[in-house]
């Protein structure tokens, strides 16, 4: 089960670098808060809530698999 919560912020870092999307944008775009966006990715949130995935996944127009594989 940790793998999977590291990977979801490694994987929301990955897939921002790619798009060239700043954190700020990335919570502009997902219509979360900039500290939201910041502790998924860093990991300081260990357990986000589906609905905060979903919109960082929509977002970045991928599936919610995509964030957690």
Do not use: C, H, W, Y
Request: charged residues 25%; positive net charge.
């Amino acid at each position: 089960m940790q793998n999977f919560k590291n990977n979801i912020g490694k994987n929301i870092k990955r897939l921002r670098v790619e798009q060239s999307i700043s954190q700020d944008r990335l919570s502009k775009l997902a219509d979360l808060s900039l500290n939201t966006v910041v502790t998924v990715e860093s990991g300081a949130n260990k357990n986000p809530t589906i609905d905060t995935l979903t919109k960082i996944a929509n977002a970045f127009g991928v599936g919610v698999d995509d964030l957690i594989k």
